[in-house]
């Protein structure tokens, strides 16, 4: 089942890399020939989501490998690991293009600042469309397998149609005769990017440090575990991101007269019903104490 979803997963993303590349190809050709500054920046935005994605299928091939005898927890970490050098790359990528931005309109080239062609307003109008159908293609597929980096790339897809409505804007505001509005919202445009990088570090390096899942998936694994009426307390429960995927630590409390083969029964079906409900956790650990 696992290695299905990852191949859903897998698939979604050699869609989205197809069409991510045409859509950089069609808005570079469209702001180089309508010399707009925007629309090239904006086409940088797209090829950033191509190399995104293919992050994303490394991490999907990658990480649904089977634990080994030198990786006893498995290879979810390697998605972090790809996103913190995607970001180092996105955050170069959004720095360069902001200095050229900046450089046009502190030196006012003419050539930067030239009205551009409506190629690129018709440009950055597909591209709205575009991404935003992408955003939610992605996002219902990563619901579907239970996948946060490629829910993270749905996000950069509707960052992307955000970044070309601001194009829209730019160029539209500079065929009216504002023409400093192009590299202005080349700028703005690369900031996103910038955004963008920092987040996907931020996110990375969260599931590094093992910190706890979301207070909603905790609340879920006590609402189990409450169900099973012969549990008297919760004694401690710990919990922690690893990769893409969660570990559970949960000490139990039952009656000191049980017997070890019915606690034992209790026990399994308590982590079956946990690891069964809740596709983000890999493996739930449950602790016994008597009362």
């Given at each position: 089942?696992?290695?299905?979803?990852?191949?859903?997963?897998?698939?979604?993303?050699?869609?989205?890399?197809?069409?991510?590349?045409?859509?950089?190809?069609?808005?570079?050709?469209?702001?180089?020939?309508?010399?707009?500054?925007?629309?090239?920046?904006?086409?940088?935005?797209?090829?950033?989501?191509?190399?995104?994605?293919?992050?994303?299928?490394?991490?999907?091939?990658?990480?649904?490998?089977?634990?080994?005898?030198?990786?006893?927890?498995g290879h979810e970490r390697i998605e972090s690991v790809f996103a913190i050098v995607l970001s180092f790359f996105l955050f170069l990528?959004?720095?360069?293009?902001?200095?050229?931005?900046?450089?046009?309109?502190?030196?006012?080239?003419?050539?930067?600042?030239?009205?551009?062609?409506?190629?690129?307003?018709?440009?950055?109008?597909?591209?709205?469309?575009?991404?935003?159908?992408?955003?939610?293609?992605?996002?219902?597929?990563?619901?579907?397998?239970?996948?946060?980096?490629?829910?993270?790339?749905?996000w950069h897809h509707r960052s992307d149609a955000m970044s070309s409505i601001g194009s829209f804007i730019g160029i539209l505001g500079a065929r009216l005769g504002f023409t400093i509005l192009d590299p202005i919202c080349s700028i703005v445009i690369c900031v996103l990017i910038i955004k963008s990088s920092i987040e996907i570090f931020i996110g990375a390096v969260a599931q590094m440090l093992d910190v706890a899942c979301p207070e909603e998936i905790r609340n879920h694994v006590i609402n189990i575990i409450k169900k099973e009426n012969e549990i008297l307390e919760i004694s401690d429960l710990k919990t922690r991101i690893f990769g893409s995927k969660i570990y559970i630590d949960v000490d139990v409390t039952l009656a000191g007269d049980i017997t070890l083969n019915a606690a034992n029964i209790i026990v399994e079906r308590i982590h079956d019903n946990i690891e069964n409900n809740i596709r983000e956790i890999k493996h739930c650990n449950i602790h016994i104490l008597p009362y």
């Open positions: 089942m696992k290695k299905a979803f990852n191949n859903l997963g897998v698939k979604a993303s050699v869609i989205t890399i197809i069409v991510n590349f045409i859509l950089f190809i069609f808005k570079l050709v469209a702001g180089i020939i309508a010399k707009s500054n925007a629309m090239i920046s904006d086409s940088v935005h797209s090829l950033s989501d191509v190399l995104t994605t293919i992050i994303v299928i490394l991490g999907l091939i990658i990480s649904s490998k089977e634990a080994d005898e030198k990786h006893p927890y990528t959004g720095v360069g293009i902001v200095y050229v931005g900046l450089r046009n309109i502190v030196l006012k080239d003419s050539i930067a600042l030239e009205m551009p062609g409506v190629l690129a307003l018709m440009a950055a109008f597909v591209s709205i469309l575009v991404k935003e159908g992408m955003y939610h293609y992605t996002k219902k597929i990563a619901k579907k397998i239970a996948s946060t980096s490629l829910e993270a790339d749905a």
